[in-house]
């Protein structure tokens, strides 16, 4: 052997001991972090052919299963469907927990996969969630958090733990309290703050999940705290590093709309007005929906109630989102707008709608208070 070659052996060996996680020494890494890119920038077919790549040259790389499952949920659901892509996960993440059970029985001593394989089960739990079908949601969190937990008992510097932890902790302190005590069973935190501090962690020190954790940060800051001063921190990394994802521009129109920062959210207009032209319909009208609240906030702000009241019209007519936050919102938007300009009546049947939202949305409590003060006038 050569001195170069010896050199290079010795390199290569203490590199693969001292290589603790994935992304340090897998070769496949550039294509799965190419890949994560082109998920986060919604380009799911180009994700979905670069990590069956990456798979190809790394078939136990931690992280390709779960990716792939959500990169296949995303393309499925903006050209098919929400019940499709349900459906989607479903027989996906039915493959991807055998491989990570078997991962685990070839590599024991690598939190990783723990930490994915809980992930899996997190994801279904998602799907439970969405369909209201609350024992799937304990069970599938339950089971999801049984594995996180473990990968951050082995390793407690895998910072990537801490975002479906925060989610976890965060969702239960929101959720009603039969939730709460199930959680207590299994020792499972219902402190929002806690949650906050888990989420916050993950997008200051994870290596993959500081995107996801961003986001969920987003919609707690924006949209439950009104903690507008956070919500910028975390939304504009995600939208300046992700141009191409649609609802990463949205939310900080929403917010820039909120802060009544006009001359820059003239700037990102045109924008979203390109993304809410383009894309599969289910994209598009989700798009169309956010632009037209944005709209009906900025013409509220600007005391042009009669359009305020037009865009949340055309809001209720086309909503085909899968949650119904955005309609909450869109109720109580048109109530504000009809009881500045005295229509009292159809004030109160639109604060009515709002109380059907959770109840932790801050716009529940002020519709009660709006109609109080109307009924107390009249």
């Given at each position: 052997m050569t001195f170069r070659a010896l050199v290079l052996f010795i390199f290569g060996l203490s590199c693969s001991l001292t290589a603790d996680y994935s992304w340090q020494r897998s070769p496949a890494e550039?294509?799965?972090?190419?890949?994560?890119?082109?998920?986060?920038?919604?380009?799911?077919?180009?994700a979905i052919t670069l990590l069956d790549s990456a798979r190809i040259i790394d078939p136990h790389h931690p992280l390709v299963p779960f990716v792939r499952i959500a990169a296949k949920w995303l393309h499925t659901q903006v050209n098919s469907g929400y019940a499709a892509s349900y459906e989607m996960i479903l027989e996906e993440a039915k493959v991807a927990l055998p491989v990570y059970?078997?991962?685990?029985?070839q590599f024991p001593q690598d939190p990783e996969y723990h930490l994915y394989l809980g992930s899996t089960y997190g994801i279904r739990a998602r799907i439970a969630l969405a369909n209201k079908d609350w024992l799937d949601v304990l069970y599938n969190g339950y089971q999801g958090l049984k594995h996180i937990r473990k990968a951050k008992e082995m390793d407690d510097m895998l910072m990537d733990v801490y975002m479906p932890m925060g989610i976890m902790s965060y969702f239960t302190c929101m959720s009603p309290a039969p939730i709460q005590w199930a959680a207590a069973i299994v020792d499972l935190s219902s402190d929002c703050e806690v949650g906050l501090a888990q989420l916050n962690i993950a997008v200051e020190k994870s290596h993959y999940s500081w995107m996801e954790a961003s986001n969920v940060l987003s919609y707690?800051?924006?949209?439950?705290?009104?903690?507008?001063?956070?919500?910028?921190?975390?939304?504009?990394?995600?939208?300046?590093?992700?141009?191409?994802?649609?609802?990463?521009?949205?939310?900080?129109?929403?917010l820039l709309a909120k802060t009544q920062k006009w001359d820059e959210?003239?700037?990102?207009?045109?924008a979203l007005i390109e993304f809410a032209s383009e894309g599969p319909f289910l994209q598009k009208n989700e798009c169309q929906l956010k632009l037209a609240y944005i709209e009906g906030l900025t013409a509220f702000y600007h005391q042009d109630f009669i359009t305020a009241?037009?865009?949340c019209n055309w809001m209720l007519i086309n909503y085909q989102m899968e949650f119904d936050w955005l309609k909450g919102f869109t109720h109580f938007l048109r109530g504000q707008s009809h009881e500045k300009i005295g229509?009292?009546?159809?004030?109160?049947?639109?604060?009515?709608?709002?109380?059907?939202?959770?109840?932790?949305?801050?716009?529940v409590a002020e519709a009660r208070e709006r109609m109080?003060?109307?009924?107390?006038?009249?």
């Open positions: 550039p294509i799965v972090e190419k890949g994560v890119n082109a998920l986060y920038n919604y380009q799911f077919s180009k059970e078997n991962l685990i029985t707690i800051y924006l949209h439950i705290q009104r903690d507008y001063s956070n919500a910028e921190k975390v939304i504009t990394p995600l939208v300046d590093e992700f141009p191409g994802h649609p609802y990463f521009a949205f939310l900080k129109g929403e959210l003239d700037e990102l207009m045109p009241i037009n865009k229509e009292f009546g159809l004030a109160i049947l639109d604060f009515e709608e709002v109380l059907k939202m959770d109840s932790y949305y801050p716009e109080q003060e109307i009924g107390d006038r009249r």
